[in-house]
């Protein structure tokens, strides 16, 4: 599994480092959480949208 992700990034490399600028501009800190969000908002932002742009690498997660 490692080796086929990083010849997907190897593959991809500009659009891989924009998707991963676009997930550290999240605010992920830890924050006050609810039962939905044990560790805040931003973190549940952070998880979603490297689950989203998972897809564009043929990767398959789920939260």
């Known amino acids: 599994m490692t080796e086929?992700?990083?010849t997907l990034i190897n593959k991809n490399k500009k659009i891989f480092y924009?998707?991963?600028q676009r997930v550290m501009r999240i605010n992920s800190v830890k924050s006050e959480g609810n039962q939905e969000n044990p560790f805040g908002k931003g973190p549940k932002n952070a998880l979603k949208m490297v689950v989203k742009l998972a897809g564009?690498?043929?990767?398959?997660?789920?939260l």
């Open 4 to 6: 086929r992700i990083v």
């Open 18 to 20: 924009y998707d991963l």
């Open 56 to 62: 564009n690498y043929d990767l398959k997660l789920k």
